[in-house]
């Protein structure tokens, strides 16, 4: 009942930027926090960031002072401005909607490549 559609992804050199956006449509209305979470080769999937529809927001230890999540209620947009970009932040990149049905949705993933 919620479709996601991810851009963004990209090549970048370390130490750039890249900012992601996520927007969601269909059942808006349920989705209690959208986040971003990413998987690289060999390893789990991992929460990046999240924020729920109060405003609040979580980062991975990873991220923190790097990375910005924000969301924009009335475009039911999420994106991830992501700078300062290490070799270790190239993985798939996912979007994700929580819903309040504790129903968990996701987007198709997004690569992103930090390498110079």
């Known amino acids: 009942q919620v479709q996601l559609v991810e851009s963004g992804g990209g090549l970048v050199q370390p130490g750039g930027s890249l900012r992601l956006s996520c927007a969601a449509s269909g059942s808006i209305i349920s989705i209690n926090a959208m986040g971003w979470y990413r998987q690289a080769p060999g390893k789990e999937r991992e929460l990046v960031a999240i924020v729920t529809s109060a405003g609040t927001t979580n980062y991975a230890d990873s991220v923190k002072g790097r990375f910005t999540i924000s969301r924009d209620n009335a475009k039911n947009t999420v994106t991830l401005q992501m700078n300062s970009l290490k070799p270790e932040d190239t993985a798939v990149y996912y979007c994700?909607?929580?819903?309040?049905?504790?129903?968990?949705?996701w987007g198709q993933g997004t690569q992103v490549t930090v390498s110079s």
């Open positions: 994700n909607a929580h819903l309040i049905t504790f129903r968990d949705y």
